[in-house]
T-cell receptor, first 112, second 114 residues
Framework: SQQGEEDPQALSIQEGENATMNCSYKTSINNLQWYRQNSGRGLVHLILIRSNEREKHSGRLRVTLDTSKKSSSLLITASRAADTASYFCATGGETSGSRLTFGEGTQLTVNP | DSGVTQTPKHLITATGQRVTLRCSPRSGDLSVYWYQQSLDQGLQFLIQYYNGEERAKGNILERFSAQQFPDLHSELNLSSLELGDSALYFC?????????????FGPGTRLTVL
C-alpha cells in the first residue's frame, strides 16, 4: 500500500515556468526523499530531507517539509523540457526500517 | 548512471515459469533492496539484504525469494509466474542499509509474463 499521495497526479507547464508538486504521508518519518523517473526507466535520486529539516535546496530544486501537516513539496524552478518525468516522494519511516514507501507520483510535462 | 546494474533489461516468459533477476550494487554499498513497480500497486518494497543477511521483508510473495552473495550481488527469483507478476523490478543499493541512507536505484528489469 502507498504511504503517500502526490498532488497533482499530472502537471503540464511551459518551459521556464516553475513546477510545484506536493506529497502527503500518513505515519511518522525519519526522512523524505524525492526521486525522478523518466518514462519507465530507473529512479534517479534528487534530494533527501530529514525530519528535523524544514527546507533544502539543490540547484533548481527546493524541497520543503512540514512534519506537523505530514506533507512535503518539491519546487522545480525555471523548468526545462528535460525535466519531463514522473516525480515520486518516498518516506523512510521511524517504524518501517530502511525500506522506502513511495507515493503514486506526479507526471510532469514541460512543453518547449 | 547510479552505479547499480541490473540484468537482464527485459524478460518475456510464460505463466508457470521461473526467472532470476540479477543486481550488482554500487561499489562499496553493503545493502541491496528489491522493489516492484506495477500499474495497479505502484512502487512496492519487496526485500532488503545487508552484507549477505536478510534485513527487512515487505509484501513479497512466497513464490518470490532472494539472496545476496558474498560478492554482494543479489538475485531475485520469481517462480510459478502469473500474469499479475508482470512489472518493473528495481534493485537499489545503499552504503550501510540504515534508515538515513540514500538508496540508489538501478535501471530495472521489465518482466512480461504471457
Amino acid at each position: 500500500s502507498q504511504q503517500g499521495e502526490e498532488d497533482p497526479q499530472a502537471l503540464s507547464i511551459q518551459e521556464g515556468e516553475n513546477a510545484t508538486m506536493n506529497c502527503s504521508y500518513k505515519t511518522s518519518i525519519n526522512n523524505l526523499q524525492w526521486y525522478r523517473q523518466n518514462s519507465g526507466r530507473g529512479l534517479v535520486h534528487l534530494i533527501l530531507i530529514r525530519s528535523n529539516e524544514r527546507e533544502k535546496h539543490s540547484g533548481r530544486l527546493r524541497v520543503t517539509l512540514d512534519t506537523s501537516k505530514k506533507s512535503s513539496s518539491l519546487l522545480i524552478t525555471a523548468s526545462r523540457a528535460a525535466d519531463t518525468a514522473s516525480y515520486f516522494c518516498a518516506t523512510g519511516g521511524e517504524t518501517s526500517g530502511s525500506r522506502l514507501t513511495f507515493g503514486e507520483g506526479t507526471q510532469l510535462t514541460v512543453n518547449p | 548512471d547510479s552505479g547499480v546494474t541490473q540484468t537482464p533489461k527485459h524478460l518475456i516468459t510464460a505463466t508457470g515459469q521461473r526467472v532470476t533477476l540479477r543486481c550488482s550494487p554500487r561499489s562499496g554499498d553493503l545493502s541491496v533492496y528489491w522493489y516492484q513497480q506495477s500499474l495497479d500497486q505502484g512502487l512496492q518494497f519487496l526485500i532488503q539484504y545487508y552484507n549477505g543477511e536478510e534485513r527487512a521483508k515487505g509484501n513479497i510473495l512466497e513464490r518470490f525469494s532472494a539472496q545476496q552473495f558474498p560478492d554482494l550481488h543479489s538475485e531475485l527469483n520469481l517462480s510459478s509466474l502469473e500474469l499479475g507478476d508482470s512489472a518493473l523490478y528495481f534493485c537499489a543499493s545503499s552504503v550501510i542499509g540504515d534508515i538515513t541512507d540514500t538508496q540508489y536505484f538501478g535501471p530495472g528489469t521489465r518482466l512480461t509474463v504471457l
